[in-house]
């Protein structure tokens, strides 16, 4: 045989990487006995050389199959995901077959057979229009003759005879179709690269129709969307290729079914073969495959086997159970699985069969779905939860001020921001899916409505749904997925566990947080803000006081206020991370953030305090900055007015006294925000040690800490080495650091970014994917100054970069200890790190096999 053609046999050398991965299948099925029909396969090359218009020798091509061939082709691509043409059958029916097939299965299906055949040429080949080419009702001579004539009057041509012929257009027009710039982008999209090839199978027909029990069908093992074992498809008599998974009457279970006959019942010698195939696939191909079959009068034809399609959670289960079973070893298991699908798995999906009526499309902020009724104020979204309705709190952009409301609501949406805005953080960090960044919405607030892009106003109280995963906001509430958590999505973690080499610890700011963390076997807590402690219940009105007094003992005896209600915080969240080390971090946000902007709220602020309007007015001017995430915030705040540092510092060690004193093992860490030199951290580190010392003595309690640094403005990264003997440990705050190393605004870059990454001048959003480049050398020279300083510094990093892929990788590159993020991506970081180190361990094993 040429040697462009490959006859499949057990010993044929053949590879999905020339063949693709449907020939290497059938060549797999072949060789475990399995009836195969007569199949030569077509590698990449070949199909290109068609494409150009270079045929391979058909004579040689078609001669395997005897004189009277009737063949199917289909695609055969590296990843059956990639997508390609679908499948044509019956190439080589013509009016000398049809003659002689009237004996052997009767005119009706001879001539049904030759109908299909000349609908899918005309529609696929020819590229004729699909409307004039309906299969008639009655399979007969005269239908026959009025497609054939159809077909003769579009083209000017009589319909091909010659079987080479015929199997050279389906060539032709299938190596074409894999060119086209639709299918090149689809699959492009799915991962494929620019010179995908196809490959081509061509098969001799299994009839399925005829005397005798004929029929196909589509036969697997497991449920594509739990991922249990179980038969599942169905068998149509008289039918061919797939036509038994359409709506069509006839069509049968495979097992035994109380809703009607099957299979099993009908043909159990057949069936058994079929069960006994399954075992002998997932055993030999190491995968739940789907199998096409067919029956010829009693004796049946393997076609065709794929590996099933399935959702997330069939994924990890069917990846567990393959490794439980000795089928694939455990690091394989950890390979299969796709990290973004456990996040999917965290959260309620859309159901994907679910038809969606799209109001807008954002950025996807935070993964999962939830639907409620549209509230346009944090108060309603309080209000709508208080009367038990579930709500989605509509914003143009959230502040610290929304929190509450971003708690109480289903999902948010913002018209503005990007990945890192308080929307999307506070989302992920609540797991409240989350677009952001819809601009193309409106708010028309004085009517109380939001107004999509075609036009369409939805008042507050219509019910939509968020969808964080895809970015995607939906009329009305459609079918869902829920969360699942099972035993097979924690196996899979544990066996990632015991192959990372790289901590995982979530950021969490509250109980309820640390609590997600710890259920999500989070290592400790990497970051908790504390600021978002004081949103919390009447806290921001004593906070508001503090703001507001006169001289430092003042708001010392405001703070003494807060203390308690802090104390309590870190009490609560010590007490769930129990064993664990947790690093909580000293106040950062500048004040203004917790006073009102509105009238109304400083009217009620101006009551609150007994001051008039004017002097809360004055004072709320005097603490607005022109650039506040560069102005009095972090460190700065620290320094210029320590009590608010002292107090926290108090409040942890007095919550570590409490919690050790009842048992409680812990390991607290206080990192210092928005260092940029190293005398603010002596000046920082003198005040936490004496207020350590004070409580020490007042508990008569050790209260061992350790004290680090944020790295998150370029110079602590340059001056790393000295800011390091003073921390123990270093934090890259990826968020600030990336804003500050662009100079690129974390809550405005959201205008321009997508035509700045449209026009390349930044590959991705750097606020999205680590910028390794650039914020990545700083953290590299940071790290390595750090050592200088202090050789076991410890190093981590803790924006919301740190659960991704790249920053994962970057980190395991430069030693780094853990990487910190929201909690419901901790199960995320955990498999990436897991496979980030077996890809290593692969490539060293390459390395040193050459
Ligand atoms: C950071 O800047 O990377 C960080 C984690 O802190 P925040 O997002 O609170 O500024
Ligand atoms: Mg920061």
């Known amino acids: 045989m040429n040697t462009q053609l490959t006859l499949i046999t057990p010993t044929a050398p053949m590879s999905a990487a020339v063949h693709g991965e449907r020939a290497k299948c059938l060549q797999r099925l072949i060789r475990l006995d399995m009836p195969v029909p007569v199949t030569v396969a077509l590698p990449f090359d070949a199909v290109r050389d068609i494409a150009q218009g270079r045929m391979p020798d058909m004579a040689a091509l078609i001669a395997p199959f005897g004189d009277r061939p009737l063949l199917s082709v289909r695609p055969s691509s590296l990843d059956p995901d990639w997508g390609g043409p679908g499948a044509i059958l019956n190439i080589g029916m013509n009016a000398r077959r049809l003659a002689q097939m009237k004996e052997t299965v009767g005119a009706r299906a001879a001539t049904a057979l030759y109908l299909r055949f000349v609908q899918s040429y005309a529609i ?17 001579e005269a239908s026959l003759h009025t497609m054939l004539d159809i077909y003769e009057t579009e083209t000017d041509e009589p319909f091909p005879q010659d079987p080479a012929v015929q199997l050279a257009e389906v060539l032709r027009s299938m190596a074409r179709a894999w060119e086209g710039t639709t299918a090149r982008l689809l699959r492009q999209a799915k991962g494929a690269p620019a010179d995908a090839g196809l490959g081509l ?15 196909s069908g589509v036969i697997q093992y497991v449920d594509e969307t739990t991922g249990l074992r179980q038969i599942k498809g169905r068998y149509l008599g008289q039918s061919q290729g797939r036509e038994a998974l359409g709506d069509v009457e006839g069509a049968i279970y495979l097992t035994r079914d109380d809703r009607g006959p099957s299979l099993e019942e009908h043909c159990p010698a057949t069936f058994a073969q079929l069960v006994a195939y399954g075992d002998l696939c997932r055993r030999n191909l190491r995968e739940e495959m789907q199998v096409e079959f067919t029956i010829e009068d009693g004796h049946m034809h393997i076609l065709d086997a794929v590996r099933v399609q399935r959702n997330s959670r069939a994924s990890v289960r069917i990846a567990v159970a393959l490794a439980e079973d000795g089928i694939i070893p455990r690091e394989e298991a950890l390979m299969r699985v796709e990290p973004a699908a456990l996040s999917e798995l965290l959260h309620r999906q859309v159901d994907p069969r679910a038809k969606r009526d799209l109001i807008v499309r954002g950025i996807a902020a935070s993964p999962g779905a939830a639907a409620g009724r549209i509230v346009l104020t944090a108060a309603d979204a309080q209000a709508s939860a208080a ?32 990945v890192t805005s308080h929307a999307a953080v506070i989302g992920r960090g609540l797991g409240v899916p989350c677009v952001v960044g819809a601009s193309e919405l409106s708010i028309d607030r004085k009517n109380g409505k939001i107004i999509a892009p075609d036009g369409r106003r ?95 003992d003042d708001r010392r005896a405001v703070l003494d206020r807060l203390l308690p209600m802090q104390r309590a915080d870190f009490q609560a969240l010590f007490g769930i991370m129990a064993g664990k ?5 000293l106040f950062d946000p500048p004040l203004h953030e917790f006073l009102p902007s509105d009238k109304q709220g400083l009217r009620d602020l101006a009551e609150q305090l007994a001051l008039p309007l004017a002097d809360v007015t004055d004072r709320v001017d005097a603490l607005s900055e022109y650039n506040p995430m560069l102005g009095m915030r972090g460190v700065r705040l620290g320094i210029a007015i320590p009590e608010i540092y002292d107090m926290q510092a108090q409040a942890i060690f007095e919550a570590m006294a409490a ?93 321009f970014m997508s035509a700045y990454v449209q026009q390349g ?54 030693g780094f200890d853990y990487v910190s993020c929201s909690p419901f991506r901790v199960p995320v970081a955990r498999l990436t790190a897991a496979q980030s180190a077996l890809q290593d361990r692969q490539d060293d094993e390459n390395w040193s096999g050459l």
Not at 204 to 209: D, E, H, K, Q, R
Not at 397 to 416: F, K, N, S, W, Y
Not at 478 to 500: C, I
Not at 719 to 732: G, P, T, Y
């Open 387 to 418: 009367r038990g309705e579930p709500c989605v709190l509509v914003r143009r952009e959230t502040t610290p001020e929304d929190i509450r409301g971003m708690h109480a609501a289903q999902a948010v949406l913002t018209m503005r921001g990007g």
């Open 124 to 140: 696929h080949v020819a590229r004729l229009d699909p409307d004039a080419f309906d299969l008639p009702d009655v399979a007969d």
């Open 458 to 552: 939805f008042a507050a109280g219509d019910v939509i749904t968020v969808d964080g995963t895809t970015g995607q906001v939906i009329v009305g509430e459609p079918p869902m997925l829920e969360a699942a958590l099972d035993d097979a999505f924690k196996t899979l973690l544990h066996w990632a566990d015991d192959v990372r080499d790289i901590g995982v610890r979530a950021n969490a700011d509250t109980p309820a947080d640390a609590q997600t963390a710890r259920n999500f076997e989070a290592e400790g807590i990497g970051l908790c803000r504390t600021e978002h402690m004081f949103f919390e219940g009447d806290r921001l009105g004593v906070m508001r006081e503090m703001i507001f007094a006169e001289s430092s």
């Open 761 to 814: 001048v930044y590959a991705e959003d750097p606020f999205h994917t680590l910028d390794i480049e650039g914020v990545g050398e700083l953290i590299a020279i940071g790290a390595e100054r750090g050592r200088l300083g202090r050789p076991d510094v410890v190093l981590s990093i803790c924006g919301e970069h740190a659960g991704s892929r790249v920053a994962i990788e970057f980190c395991r590159a430069h």
């Open 581 to 585: 080390s947790v690093c909580v971090r």
């Open 201 to 215: 199978v061509v098969q001799a027909m299994a009839l399925g129709v005829g005397p005798g029990e004929c029929g």
């Open 659 to 751: 919690v050790g004193k009842a048992g409680t093992d812990i390991s607290v860490e206080i990192m210092i925000p928005l260092v940029s030199a190293m005398r603010e951290v002596e000046l920082v580190k003198g005040r936490v040690d004496a207020v350590a010392n004070a409580v020490r003595a007042k508990t008569k309690s050790t209260l061992d800490y350790h004290l680090g640094v944020m790295v998150e403005t370029p110079r602590a990264a340059l001056r790393a080495q000295d800011i390091a003997e003073h921390a123990e440990f270093l934090s890259f705050g990826t968020n600030d650091l990336t804003q500050m190393t662009y100079g690129l605004s974390r809550d405005d870059a959201g205008r």
